[in-house]
């Protein structure tokens, strides 16, 4: 009885305290994905301060006319 008591819990201490090698293996990382987000993330940022400009100064310019 004492070797099957033993064993299930053998088992059931192996289901809980399994490594797993995938947390502690290398991880790379490739610099020109990097490099190349900075770029669509600079190219994006001045598009949108292009356009905030733009629809700013048209509203100016609406408002410019409808007063004078």
Known sequence: ???TFSSIK????????????????????NINVLLNRVKLDKK????KKLLFTAVTSLG????GVLIF
């Open 10 to 29: 053998k088992h059931l201490m192996q289901k809980y305290t399994t490594v797993d090698d995938s947390l502690y293996a290398e991880k790379s990382t």
């Open 60 to 63: 100016v310019v609406i408002f």
């Open 44 to 47: 994006k940022e001045s598009q």
């Open 1 to 3: 009885m004492k070797n």
